[in-house]
Structures are given as C-alpha cells and as structure tokens.
C-alpha cells in the first residue's frame, strides 16, 4: 500500500445513516427550542437558522445533490485529489487529524492554494465495503498521505 506508484480512486453516494443521523439531530433541537421558555419570536428566529442550516448541509454534504458536494476522492503519484462536480478533480492536502474509523471516514483538508481547511465525513454505507476499507488502509498506512498535490 505504500508504493508511491500505486493509484486509488473512490467516489461515494448520498448515506441514509448519515441523513437519518442529521434529521434525528435537528429534531432533538427542535424539541429544545420549544421546552425553553423563550418568547415565541426567539423560537421562530432559531426555528429558521435550523432550516437555513439543514437547506445549506442537506444538498452539499448530506444528500450531495449540489454541484459544489465533494463526492471523489484520488490518491495518484502527483498527490490526493477531491472531486466535486463544479470543478472537477482538484489538488489538496489532507491533514493528520483526519480520522479513518470502520464505520465512518472523516477527512480533514486544505485545496491547494487556500487557507481554508474543510471536512468530508464518508460513512460506510455510502461506499462498497470493501472500497471503505482500501480507503480506511490508504489513509492509516500510506507513506505519502500527508503529502500535498502537486
């Protein structure tokens, strides 16, 4: 798995854990608004930032029906790449803190270029399971994964 040669390449779908995960959660706040004694034009307020918040992560994170969703990811000997459908495959970095778990895939990373470190969660309902675990092996074992794209 470390020979620099070696190419991977992985693109997932929309997870039903993960949506029903982000639902149960947004009930579990809802809930909360509504047991606070709040005036009613502050549970409203906050009532609206939810579902601005879920109209934001549903279609670019959850659901990955938006165009700006990063649904691939690449390992070549140029680097790792991630794939959106807006841009295309593009150069990144990950970061050592991302996590490679048996049931989840959290990758931390920064596009070439910019500041900005952003995060991807891959559960693994939203890949086969044996293409979960050559991405769980790359990202533990791999020499070259925290090398940047070049």
């Known amino acids: 798995m ?22 149960g959660l947004q009930a579990v706040a809802a809930a909360c608004l509504f047991q606070l004694s709040l005036p009613v ?33 690449r390992w070549t000997d140029k680097g790792w790449w991630v794939y959106n459908h807006s841009e295309g495959w ?13 049931l989840i895939v959290l990758l931390r990373f920064r596009l070439t270029g910019q500041r900005r470190v952003r995060a ?13 675990r050559q991405l769980r092996v790359r990202l533990k ?4 994964r925290w090398a940047a794209a070049e």
Do not use: K, N, T
Request: charged share 15%; with cysteine.
């Open 41 to 73: 034009a502050v549970v409203v307020a906050l009532c609206m930032l939810c579902l601005a918040h879920a109209s934001w992560v549903l279609p670019r994170h959850i659901l990955l029906s938006h165009e700006a969703a990063y649904c691939g990811l």
């Open 90 to 102: 593009q150069p990144i970095e990950l970061h050592p803190d991302s996590l490679a778990l048996p």
């Open 2 to 23: 470390s020979s620099h040669s070696e190419h991977f390449e992985c693109r997932w779908l929309a997870s039903r854990w993960l949506l029903i995960a982000y639902a």
């Open 141 to 144: 074992f791999s020499r070259y």
């Open 120 to 132: 991807l969660c891959v559960p693994r309902d939203s890949l086969p399971r044996r293409l979960h």
